[in-house]
């Protein structure tokens, strides 16, 4: 059974770096029929996809326009996990981010824990 | 980006009865749209896919329909454990779109 469990720190200074990681049990990061997305959600943006990264013969990204400067979404394959790294953040950053697969035909169909970060001083 | 509208934004409702919520996209999606149950403090479940599709384990009194530009959730004879609030989303291009949401409460 898959599960998807989160790790990194609930609290970043503006204009540092949120990292977070996904740990994946039950499937595989490099999987041929799945994708591994970042997901966040906050009271004023609501549900709101980051971006992901899958392997298809080679390493694929996609990612959220107005986060695209930003952000990096990671593959460990010697670890079985997926990491997201946000840059020069600022306190709208703040919200819980969530981990989660997707295959062919089912979006999202497992989701991590999530982990609130806070960007405060 | 597609616009994904969710109507009502909040529902009052009792058990037994049933509901419909509506989602409608910005532009034409086929029948990428997908439907999600969030409980205070847990990550969404995937209840319906493809617009119609009923997830693995999801009890049947949860149908979805709808394809183009127009969607509906319907649950029918509520249960205590259907108050939650319901997303919908769009998995037709990137960039994936959520729905604001919509609460159902007793």
């Known amino acids: 059974q898959l599960q998807l469990q989160q790790s990194g720190p609930g609290l970043v200074k503006p204009s540092q770096t949120l990292s977070l990681t996904c740990a994946i049990s039950?499937?595989?990061?490099?999987?041929?029929?799945?994708?591994w997305n970042w997901i966040r959600q906050s009271p004023s943006r609501g549900l709101e996809w980051l971006g992901r990264?899958?392997?298809?013969?080679?390493?694929?990204?996609q990612y959220e326009p107005s986060v695209k400067s930003r952000i990096t979404i990671s593959p460990d394959t010697s670890k079985n996990q997926f990491s997201l790294q946000l840059n020069s953040v600022t306190p709208e950053d703040t919200a819980v981010y969530y981990c989660?697969?997707?295959?062919?035909?089912?979006?999202?169909?497992?989701w991590g824990p999530g982990t609130l970060v806070t960007v405060s001083s | 980006a597609i616009q994904m509208t969710q109507s009502p934004s909040s529902l009052s409702a009792s058990v037994g009865d049933s509901v419909t919520i509506t989602c409608r996209a910005s532009?034409?999606?086929?029948?990428?749209l997908n439907w999600y149950q969030q409980k205070p403090g847990k990550a969404p479940d995937l209840l319906i896919y493809?617009?119609?599709n009923l997830q693995s384990g999801v009890p049947s009194r949860f149908s979805g329909g709808g394809s183009g530009t127009d969607f509906t959730l319907t649950i029918s004879g509520l249960q205590p454990e259907d108050f939650a609030t319901y997303y919908c989303?769009?998995?037709?291009?990137?960039?994936?779109?959520f729905g604001q949401g919509t609460k159902l409460e007793i």
């Open positions: 039950g499937d595989s990061v490099s999987s041929n029929s799945a994708a």
């Open positions: 493809s617009a119609s």
């Open positions: 989303l769009q998995d037709y291009n990137y960039p994936f779109t």
């Open positions: 989660a697969r997707d295959t062919s035909g089912w979006p999202f169909d497992c």
């Open positions: 532009q034409g999606i086929t029948n990428d």
């Open positions: 990264t899958y392997y298809r013969s080679k390493w694929f990204n």
